[in-house]
């Protein structure tokens, strides 16, 4: 089987072919981001026309890529993302999918955007062993989910306030770093010190919850009261968000049996949580599954990827199905 | 077979042309234009006995007219056209309903009126005589000031549009003024005002830029 997937729920249009196998055979991802920089997040207008505007390039190109015919793919399923996201951003992907749908004499196959994520690491590890204890982080999401395998997975833990990476976007702004705040952090920490600042360290609990908007906080007060340097800032913040998380998959690792760790979603791209990542890994004597930046942030690919998860299991969309912006995982 | 898209209000329509039959569907008033258009198209091609790849030209209305709607209907189009080949052709909101209201014998000044929210429409003077002339270019601006222009002139002229509707008190103020109300161009419109019209990209018609519409969305919030 072989399915395309398209992915438009955010600032990112996608569209990517998978064959049975998890075989990538095509992945073209067009980003809005910079047009939303300067306003400090993704403007919901700007994305949606961005989305009108690469929509049909972005499928033609990766049609192209895995050598297939527009007219006549041979394509068994489109999947498409129809939540969680932007509804304006949604509602582009979906129309777009289920004309090229009706046109192929496919079925079409709705897909949950975090869902997608969590099928990432097949791209670059077709034969990986499931269980898989995933930490999907995201401007968006902070969840950790075990994935027992294609299909069948359960959300131990997610954040009670702000997503690991909307924390970043804020502490980001504070410094006057710039949108999106992941990667200067990441890069302003390489040179910090992490012990210039005491942070407070929240949700010592032994839930499997995460909660970041206390941090922020927590970053203004102390920079305040001893001015710090803009590097030490970063690193004693990414040092904290870091900890947080990695300290809530060593307590979910001691609770459940897996043979792996993998991280999704775009902070996903952060190397301090990678190295974190791959030493808690090695510490458990589990697999560490970090997948390339392009499939930790948003694609098509793992939406076809789930695609064809659901058109195995025989679940297909209505064909007048509608989106859903606050489609949570799992419901 | 020609197939016409119409997007660019709360209704979604579509045509169907097969030689010289034309038929028309109304598949949702209500701005559920993701979740019945596509159903639809299969549906009215099911019914002429075709499916898509009986398409050759694909009219889209690019608007101007709700965004999320002509959103839809350009994303439709542009698969369409791509998976079948098909040419892909752009008629816009404000000329469609002046071939409409050609259509049911209004002469002489026209004046297209699209409800474009944020308590403004987007407008388009047309003459129609023998055929129909567009005398300017697509505009936004508040439906008082539209009435206003008019009223100063006194020419005898005929509103046309789902801005009519929602407008009624401002537009209706025009001395010499009829109002044609269409809750939203006719694809049949869409149809005859595109033939002969060459093919190429589309893009819709937004008549403001897009930090303008986020800074209106910045502004509306409590
Ligand atoms: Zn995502």
Not at chain 1, 61 to 74: C, I, Y
Not at chain 1, 157 to 177: N, Q
Not at chain 1, 270 to 294: I, K, M, Q, Y
Not at chain 2, 152 to 179: I, M, Q
Request: hydrophobic share 50%; with cysteine; aromatic share 4%.
């Amino acid at each position: 089987m072989r399915v395309l997937g398209i992915e438009t729920s955010c600032d990112e249009t996608g569209a990517a072919v998978v064959a049975t196998g998890w075989r990538l055979e095509s992945s073209v991802v067009e980003s809005s981001m910079d047009q939303h920089r300067d306003f400090g997040g993704v403007v919901p207008e700007l994305a949606g026309r961005a989305h009108v505007a690469t929509i049909g390039p972005t499928v033609r190109a990766a049609l192209a890529g895995a050598g297939l015919d527009a007219r006549h793919p041979g394509l068994d399923a489109v999947a498409v993302t129809t939540g969680p996201g932007l509804v304006g951003s949604l509602l582009v992907g979906l129309a777009a999918a289920k004309a090229y749908a009706l046109a192929w004499g496919v079925p079409l196959v709705a897909v949950n955007h975090l869902e997608g994520h969590l099928y990432a690491p097949l791209l670059e590890t077709p034969d990986l062993a499931w269980p898989v204890l995933t930490l999907l982080v995201s401007g968006g999401h902070t969840q950790l989910v075990l994935v027992e395998g294609p299909g069948r997975f359960r959300v131990l833990g997610e954040t009670i306030d702000d997503a690991a990476g909307e924390a970043y976007d804020k502490v980001a702004r504070w410094l006057g770093l710039g949108y999106p705040g992941g990667p200067p952090i990441d890069a302003l920490a390489a040179g910090g010190d992490p012990h210039a600042l005491a942070l407070p360290v929240s949700m010592t609990g032994e839930g499997l919850d995460f909660s970041f908007s206390g941090l922020k906080s927590a970053v203004v007060r102390a920079g305040e009261r001893h001015p710090v340097a803009a590097a030490d800032v970063a690193a004693a913040f990414q040092g904290a968000v870091v900890e947080q998380l990695t300290r809530k998959l060593r307590q979910a690792l001691g609770r459940v049996e897996v043979a792996g760790v993998a991280l999704a979603g775009g902070v996903a791209a952060n190397r301090a949580l990678r190295a974190a990542t791959a030493a808690l890994a090695a510490e458990f004597g589990v697999a560490a599954h970090l997948p390339s930046p392009a499939y930790c942030t948003d694609n098509g690919a793992m939406i076809a990827a789930a695609g064809l998860v659901h058109l195995g299991a025989g679940d297909l969309a209505d064909p007048a199905c509608g989106a859903d912006p606050n489609w949570a995982l799992g419901a | 077979m020609i197939l016409a898209i119409e997007t660019a209000t709360t209704a979604c329509a579509i045509g169907l042309a097969d030689g010289d039959r034309v038929v028309e569907a109304l598949l949702a008033e209500d701005r559920r234009h993701v979740e019945v258009l596509t159903p639809g198209i299969g549906a009215l091609l099911a019914r002429a006995g075709a499916d898509a790849s009986a398409l050759t030209r694909i009219v889209v209305d690019r608007g101007p007219g709700l965004y999320t709607g002509l959103r839809v209907g350009v994303a439709t189009a542009i698969a369409l056209a791509d998976a079948t080949g098909a040419e892909l052709v752009a008629v816009t909101s404000l000329e469609v309903y002046a071939a409409a209201a050609a259509a049911r014998g209004v002469c002489g000044a026209l004046v297209a009126v699209v409800d474009g929210r944020r308590g403004e429409v987007f407008a388009q003077r047309f003459a129609l005589d023998d055929e129909v002339v567009a005398l300017d270019a697509p505009r936004v601006l508040r439906p008082r000031d539209l009435a206003i222009a008019w009223a100063t002139d006194g020419t005898p002229v005929t509103f046309v549009g789902d801005g009519v509707v929602r407008y009624a008190s401002d537009l209706g103020a025009v001395p010499n003024a009829t109002g044609l109300a269409l809750a939203w161009p006719p694809p049949a419109s869409a149809l005859a005002r595109a033939a002969g019209r060459a093919s190429g990209p589309v893009h819709p018609l937004y008549l403001r830029e897009a930090d303008a519409v986020a800074n209106f969305t910045t502004r509306d919030r409590p």
